[in-house]
């Protein structure tokens, strides 16, 4: 399947905020211990983790479950060959996963948990597809106001031609983030997991002056930037560039808070 026949928007994911979120979800499955004859990638996305465990456990069947068809599209496009037999892809809502009880042997996910509409059903759903002793991995954003030297150079760019524009962070907190570690530790506990093991991890990620530019206009506020005409989307562009080129390497720096857990389903 080409890229022409793909949904942009899974593809700006792709392009601009997949690299971004990449390392700490990864560093999911290294908290596997066991290497698994079947791994459960839930909130699959475009296919970071699901290519990850293809490459880390050549044997492994990967099942990638998302609930937008246009992201699995996209994660589905950049399996290769052979490899395509290895994944099962699930267009499916991760609060009534599509397999049986016991059916899998480890279920990951990266940054889900916190934009769900029911997190402990879907924790609860994680547990019962796992086999007795099955391993859970995860992360997402514990809460925290992230704010980049750069961002207050970019809306007061946005501000020179929007009376309303409004100074924002890089991220604000949200209402589907931890608040703290013990808040993760509760709900794995209370949704039927056991040696449950949370800890805080950290997302830090570095663009250059062009690429957080890209950035912004090509995915974070593309919606707004793409109701500009050509000639007014080009002044600004060109005005933004100026302005963040003189900021030094560090104003391009992201360091922000996240939760990391492990949990197993009980042995029976």
Not at 92 to 99: E, M, N, R
Not at 121 to 147: I, N, Q
Not at 157 to 184: C, K, N, V
């Amino acid at each position: 399947m080409g890229e022409t026949s793909l949904d942009p928007d899974p593809l700006r994911y792709l392009r601009h905020w997949e690299p971004v979120l990449a390392g700490p979800a990864r560093r999911t499955l290294d908290r596997i211990a066991s290497e698994p004859a079947t791994l459960l990638d839930l909130g699959a996305g475009t296919g970071c983790l699901t290519l990850s465990a293809l490459e880390r456990w050549p044997a492994a069947q990967v099942l990638a479950l998302d609930a937008s068809g246009a992201m699995l599209a996209v994660a589905r496009s950049r399996v290769a060959g052979a490899d395509g037999a290895r994944v099962d892809w699930l267009p499916a809502d991760a609060s009534d996963i599509p397999l049986d009880d016991a059916s899998v042997d480890s279920a990951v996910c990266s940054f889900l948990l916190g934009i769900v509409d029911d997190r402990p059903a879907v924790l609860s759903e994680a547990r019962r597809v796992l086999r007795p002793g099955g391993e859970f991995s995860c992360v997402t954003w514990l809460a925290d106001d992230l704010a980049l030297p750069a961002d207050v150079v970019y809306h007061e760019a946005l501000g020179d031609i929007d009376d309303d524009e409004e100074e924002e962070g890089f991220r604000s907190p949200r209402s589907g983030d931890y608040s703290t570690l013990e808040q993760a530790r509760d709900e794995l506990t209370a949704a039927g997991f056991t040696d449950v093991e949370v800890v805080r991890d950290g997302l830090d990620y570095v663009w250059t002056a062009e690429s957080y530019l890209e950035f912004k206009l090509g995915y974070d506020d593309h919606e707004r930037i793409d109701t500009l005409d050509p000639a007014a989307r080009a002044s600004l562009s060109a005005e933004l560039s100026d302005r963040l080129a003189d900021l030094p390497p560090e104003a391009f720096e992201v360091h922000g808070p996240l939760v990391a857990a492990t949990a197993r389903r009980p042995r029976e």
